[in-house]
Nanobody
């Protein structure tokens, strides 16, 4: 069974940076688009942005432009979510996911999901 394994979550202070990683456990997703989502307590899961493995093209929701950066390392078969200037409202479980579509922005377009990693930002 294919799994996406996330890591890098934790507790940080407001203003800190944090980098999350996402690596498939059993296959490569070279033709897929890798997305990042987060889900705050009591809230719906929200799309943050994505990156295409094939060309590295990225897309971000407007509210996260400049604060979040998504990248990939082909040699390590890993996708990253670099977060800067974290705020308490960024506290959430962060998920990576894989989609066969080229520009997926909704969770319904993603076929594979990680288990999530908790990020807590204290004030």
């Amino acid at each position: 069974q294919v799994q996406l394994v996330e890591s890098g979550g934790g507790v940080v202070q407001a203003g800190d940076s944090l980098r999350l990683s996402c690596a498939p456990s059993a296959r490569t997703f070279s033709s897929y688009t890798m997305g990042w989502f987060h889900q705050a307590p009591g809230q719906e899961r929200e799309f943050l942005g994505h990156i295409r493995w094939s060309d590295g093209r990225t897309y971000y929701v407007e509210s996260k432009k400049g604060q979040f950066t998504i990248s990939r390392d082909n040699a390590k078969n890993t996708v990253y979510l670099q977060m800067y200037s974290l705020k308490p409202e960024d506290t959430a479980v962060y998920y990576c996911a894989a989609s066969p579509y080229s520009a997926p922005t909704t969770e319904y377009e993603y076929d594979y999901w990680g288990q999530g990693t908790q990020v807590t930002v204290s004030s």
